[in-house]
């Protein structure tokens, strides 16, 4: 089975500085694809950015970017110029690409606070 | 507007209810899911639905079941069964099942009296 692994419970960030998020993931298969979620207070769930493990090239929208390492089975996320609006909860999620492959896997999550 | 509603935003449970709520898309997307998220946990798959009419189970089906007679709802019961349903729970919904992007409604919280 896929695990999720966030090793981070929380971060912190100055307002307009940039943060890392780690995640890293296990998983025997071959084709995959990978996500970061965004939960803000509100408490729903707002996809940031997605991944497919097909892709050399790293994913990127706008001030986030991953970096995805796929023989590490590592994917981090990048928030450039920090805003106070980026303060939430993050959760990475793995979903197979093959068979049967119905459901997101994700981590226990990030907690993110932007300091101004 | 295109999205995904969920309703009641809160619910209440007295012991031995059982409780149903809402998830309503007019995305026209095929595929539907439940999850429960508990304090401190990322989510978990309760069910999930590809097509209309059918769906299965995911990995905390017990105590739950779910009805799939239109493409737009897909309503969750949480029987009472479920001895522990104090969650926030969140429904998705995709274009197609397995490699499309889940987007996700705004969540209904769940607590018991």
């Known amino acids: 089975a896929q695990t999720v692994t966030q090793s981070q419970p929380e971060m912190s960030v100055q307002e307009a500085e940039t943060v890392t998020l780690s995640c890293t993931y296990d998983t025997s298969e071959s084709d995959y694809y990978l996500f970061w979620y965004k939960q803000p207070p509100s408490r729903q769930m707002i996809l940031v950015i997605r991944q497919e493990a097909y892709k050399q090239q790293n994913a990127t929208e706008n001030r986030f970017s991953v970096n995805f390492q796929k023989a590490a089975k590592s994917f981090s996320l990048k928030i450039s110029d920090s805003q106070l609006g980026d303060a939430a909860m993050y959760f990475c999620?793995?979903?197979?690409?093959?068979?049967?492959?119905?459901?997101?896997?994700f981590g226990k999550g990030t907690k993110l606070t932007v300091n101004p | 507007d295109g999205g995904i509603t969920q309703s009641p935003k809160y619910l209440f449970r007295k012991e031995g209810q059982n409780v149903t709520l809402s998830c309503e898309q007019n995305?026209?997307?095929?595929?539907m899911y439940w999850y429960r998220q508990d304090p401190g946990q990322g989510l978990r798959l309760i069910y999930y639905?590809?097509?209309?009419?059918?769906?299965q189970k995911g990995d905390i089906a017990e105590g739950y079941s779910v009805s799939r007679e239109k493409k737009e709802s897909f309503p969750l019961t949480v029987t009472s069964a479920q001895k522990n349903p104090t969650a926030f729970y969140l429904c998705?919904?995709?274009?197609?099942?397995?490699?499309?992007?889940?987007?996700f409604g705004p969540g209904t919280r769940l607590l018991v009296l």
């Open positions: 999620a793995y979903r197979s690409a093959e068979g049967g492959s119905e459901k997101l896997v």
């Open positions: 995305l026209n997307h095929d595929a």
């Open positions: 998705a919904s995709s274009i197609v099942w397995g490699r499309e992007t889940q987007y």
């Open positions: 639905s590809q097509i209309v009419n059918d769906f």
